[in-house]
């Protein structure tokens, strides 16, 4: 059974940093690519990152020199470290990955910014 737990959203000032952090379970993680996406209040979820198995990544512009994602393999966790955050980076923020044809998301984790 596979399970993506994250962790790490809250409530930040414009211009602070957040790292987000998803726990996968009941997948050979380290074969997978990894992704987050966000889905703010009316709006459609995107895709904000994705790391593949040997590591590649890529972003959306939005989010371009602004937010890193990467993974510990021995951790079975991937990470997305958010710097200069704006206003319309609030959303919850969802883990996801796909086996076998199947999709897979966490429950999301909340991230406000706000002054």
């Known amino acids: 059974q596979v399970q993506l737990v994250e962790s790490g959203g809250g409530l930040v000032q414009p211009g602070g940093s957040l790292r987000l952090f998803c726990a996968a379970s009941?997948?050979?993680?380290?074969?997978?690519?990894m992704d987050w996406y966000c889905q703010a209040p009316g709006k459609q979820r995107e895709l904000v990152a994705s790391?593949?198995?040997?590591?590649?990544?890529n972003y959306a512009d939005s989010v371009k020199g602004r937010f890193t994602i990467s993974r510990d393999n021995a951790k079975n966790t991937v990470y997305l470290q958010m710097n200069s955050l704006k206003p319309e980076d609030t959303a919850v923020y969802y883990c996801?990955?796909?086996?076998?044809?199947?999709?897979?998301w966490g429950r999301g984790t909340q991230v406000t910014v706000s002054s």
């Open positions: 996801h990955t796909v086996r076998q044809t199947q999709h897979y």
């Open positions: 790391i593949s198995s040997g590591g590649t990544t």
């Open positions: 009941g997948i050979l993680f380290r074969f997978y690519v």
